[in-house]
């Protein structure tokens, strides 16, 4: 089971927009510098999160992205479907449906049990990532972190994040 | 997040090779058969599965592959690791080390917080997996399915499978 490189860098960057002040952006090269990507690398994921809703980017030179909504009503669920798709870990192939035994699809109306016992075990990964408000992966960062850490983060926000006076949207592709 | 197709040919032919008669094998060809996969293809998940202690294989043109232990001792999450390696699907880079504010190793003593989140979900994901014993699915499957799909499927391993005298075991690159 993989997970793509993709997602560490989607949360991380989530995490960094939670702490900007009001309705100000931080542009894609900041959060790029900040983790040392690759600014067109990481675009490409927060197209995504802003595709589906998690961020939301301000267009032009002064523009950049935001949270779309409120770091408590944000899960690693939601960012991990952002990045990774909504698609099944497992997917099934009906395998059971070939072969020399194959049988009329009459035969096959009950779902197979071993893609529900697969899905089960997912819907478990993903209540478990449901249960994590990005609010709370801050909240934990901020008291259980190593103080030069969260001190050097904040400046760093401090020094890139922009003041925006509207509340201007714009589809990912334009940011 | 994915899963390898291999995962669900390898749980399949593991249920088929619950259902084979006291220490009898079937030949990788009879499975691949059974479920319309290329040989080779398969050969390549019954090695993992081998190698991993799930399956054993008995050498030479009677030989075959059966259980390594009896079904109600293997769990989906024994093959799926078998399959996907026992690494964690979330793979933390450490990307919070980079970039311009990056701090000596001591401010990174404590782990990550949305690497240790991310893998207590993955607990979650592998502890629902470890409940499903590979009994259970053969025992749904003759319960639930089609009853002429079990037919089918016992009539193919009757067909396929070979008496063995010995319990011999080899490595799975012999097989």
Redesign the interface.
């Known amino acids: 089971?993989?997970?793509g490189?993709g997602?560490?860098?989607a949360?991380?960057c989530a995490?960094t927009l939670a702490g900007v002040d009001g309705n100000s952006t931080m542009p894609a090269a900041a959060l790029a510098?900040?983790?040392?990507?690759s600014p067109s690398y990481l675009l490409k994921h927060l197209n995504m999160l802003t595709a589906s809703g998690i961020l939301e980017s301000v267009p032009g030179p002064a523009g950049g992205y935001r949270l779309a909504r409120p770091a408590e009503r944000i899960t690693?669920l939601d960012i991990?479907l952002a990045v990774?798709g909504r698609e099944p870990?497992?997917?099934?192939?009906e395998?059971?449906q070939?072969?020399?035994?194959?049988?009329d699809a009459?035969?096959?109306?009950?779902p197979c049990?071993?893609?529900a016992?697969?899905l089960?075990?997912?819907r478990?990964?993903r209540?478990?990532?449901d249960e994590?408000r990005l609010s709370a992966?801050v909240a934990?960062?901020v008291s259980?972190?190593?103080p030069?850490?969260v001190a050097?983060?904040c400046?760093?926000v401090e020094r890139h994040q922009r003041p925006q006076r509207s509340v201007q949207k714009v589809q990912p592709s334009k940011a």
């Not at 510098?33 to 990507?37: A, V």
């Not at 009459?106 to 009950?110: G, L």
């Open positions: 089971m993989k997970l490189e997602v560490e860098a949360i991380h995490a510098e900040c983790f040392g990507l690693l991990v990774e870990a497992f997917r099934c192939g395998i059971r070939r072969g020399p035994a194959k049988l009459s035969a096959y109306v009950k049990g071993i893609n016992a697969m089960k075990a997912e478990a990964y209540a478990a990532l994590v992966i934990d960062y259980e972190a190593d030069r850490s050097a983060g400046a760093f």
